[in-house]
């Protein structure tokens, strides 16, 4: 049993660096301006979720959420032309989290979290993502708790685990 448990987390981290690595190569020839839409479905495949724009515009989401600690988003314009592309598990984008913001605003910003936890007792739910940290020796993580009564954020937080 032990063992099996050995091969489904090797096959796991194994999995999660060649993704990573294809991520990479696949970003890097991703040109905005450039780049179509039908281009970066062949490259990166389908998105885990598409943001549509009321004026007709959608940002494509590829979180490596739970295993990764990135998520990209990819815009376009009206014409399915790349406008933009960008890695937004970054401080730049948690400091965006402000009290009062609903689940799909925090889901436009970082994309699908690696779990979602509800604390009955708390009144919270609490959306986490695995990001890059400091040292490498730890895992982070970036919180965001939902009061449950409003559905809005009430506060972010951060968390520091020892890897293994």
């Known amino acids: 049993m032990k063992l099996s448990r050995w091969i489904i987390a090797a096959t796991a981290a194994v999995a999660s660096a060649l993704l990573s690595a294809c991520d990479v190569v696949n970003l890097e020839e ?3 301006g450039i780049t179509t839409a039908a281009e970066v479905r062949a490259r990166m495949g389908e998105p885990g979720f598409i943001h549509h724009g009321n004026d007709g515009t959608a940002i494509w989401e590829y979180s490596r959420q739970p295993q990764g600690v990135h ?15 960008d890695q ?5 984008n948690y400091a965006r989290i402000a009290d009062g913001l609903s689940k799909d605003d925090v889901r436009r910003i970082l994309g699908a979290p690696a779990t979602k936890v509800v604390f009955d007792n708390l009144r919270e739910e609490i959306w986490e993502w695995r990001i890059e940290g ?7 993580y970036f919180m965001v708790h939902f009061d449950t009564g409003h559905g809005v954020v009430k506060k972010t937080s951060r968390r520091v685990a020892m890897k293994g």
């Open 30 to 32: 991703i040109r905005p």
């Open 134 to 140: 400091v040292p490498s020796t730890e895992e982070t």
């Open 88 to 92: 937004v598990l970054n401080d730049a």
């Open 71 to 85: 998520c990209y988003m990819i815009a376009f314009d009206r014409k399915d032309v790349v406008t933009r592309k």
